[in-house]
C-alpha cells in the first residue's frame, strides 16, 4: 500500500512548455485532488474529483486540464507553462463516505523558467 | 474562500500544551471540523476531525464549544517537532471543494 504516489518530485521548465504531472493513489479512494502552495502561503485548490469521469474546478483552475478515466489516477496537465505557475503541487486523495480525512502525496516542486 | 479563521501564528514553550484556536462562525449542522498540519514543505498531515463531541487520539484533543462555531486544537506536551503549519477546515457533503485558509505558523520554543 503506497498511499498517494506523486511524480515527478522535481522538474523544470521553460514558459511554453506542456507536461502533465501524475498522481496514482492505490486505496480505492474516489475523491481526488490538486493543491498549488507558493512560497510562504497556504494550499489553494485546483481541480478536484469525486469519481471516475467527473472533474471540476477549485479555487485557481486557469491553465491547468485535469481528466479522471481511472479510479486510481488523476494527472493535472499543464498546457503552456508561465512562470507565474511556479509552485509546489499537492495531490491528496479520501476514501468516498462522508467525513473521512485527505491522504496527501509528498509534492511535485515545479519550477517554470 | 475558506469557512475557517486562524490567527496567523503562535508560539508554545516545550513542554506545555499548545491551544491552536480556529473560528467557524458559519459552520453548518453536517459539516465536520478537520485539522492537519504540515511540517516544512511536507505534504499536509491529518490530525484529527470531530462533528460536536470532543475528540481525542494519540496525536491531540479537538475541543468544539456547544454552538459549534469555533474550536481548539490541544497538543498536550509540544516538542519541537510539533513546530508546523496548522489548518483548521469545515467540510460536510462528500462532494464538496475542500478548501485550505492561511493556517496558524506554530513555534515551539525550547
Known amino acids: 500500500n503506497a498511499g498517494v504516489t506523486q511524480t515527478p518530485k522535481f522538474q523544470v521548465l521553460k514558459t511554453g512548455q506542456s507536461m502533465t504531472l501524475q498522481c496514482a493513489q492505490d486505496?480505492?479512494?474516489?475523491?481526488m485532488s490538486w493543491y498549488r502552495q507558493d512560497p510562504g502561503m497556504g494550499l489553494r485548490l485546483i481541480h478536484y474529483s469525486v469519481g471516475a469521469g467527473i472533474t471540476d474546478q477549485g479555487e485557481v483552475p486557469n491553465g491547468y486540464n485535469v481528466s479522471r478515466s481511472t479510479t486510481e489516477d488523476f494527472p493535472l496537465r499543464l498546457l503552456s507553462a508561465a512562470p507565474s505557475q511556479t509552485s509546489v503541487y499537492f495531490c491528496?486523495?479520501?476514501?468516498?463516505?462522508?467525513?473521512?480525512?485527505?491522504?496527501f502525496g509528498d509534492g511535485t516542486r515545479l519550477s517554470i523558467l | 474562500d475558506a469557512k475557517t479563521t486562524q490567527p496567523p501564528s503562535m508560539d508554545c514553550a516545550e513542554g506545555r500544551a499548545a491551544n491552536l484556536p480556529c473560528n467557524h462562525s458559519?459552520?453548518?449542522?453536517?459539516?465536520?471540523v478537520y485539522w492537519y498540519r504540515q511540517i516544512h514543505s511536507q505534504g499536509p498531515q491529518y490530525i484529527i476531525h470531530?462533528?460536536?463531541n470532543n475528540e481525542t487520539n494519540e496525536m491531540a484533543s479537538l475541543i468544539i464549544t456547544e454552538d459549534r462555531k469555533s474550536s481548539t486544537l490541544i497538543l498536550p506536551h509540544a516538542t519541537l517537532r510539533d513546530t508546523a503549519v496548522y489548518y483548521c477546515?469545515?467540510?460536510?457533503?462528500?462532494?464538496?471543494?475542500?478548501?485550505f485558509g492561511k493556517g496558524t505558523r506554530l513555534h515551539i520554543l525550547p
Open positions: 470531530g462533528l460536536k
Open positions: 477546515i469545515v467540510r460536510g457533503n462528500r462532494d464538496d471543494k475542500i478548501i
Open positions: 491528496a486523495s479520501t476514501p468516498g463516505g462522508q467525513y473521512q480525512p485527505q491522504h
Open positions: 458559519t459552520i453548518s449542522g453536517n459539516e465536520y
Open positions: 486505496m480505492n479512494h474516489e475523491y
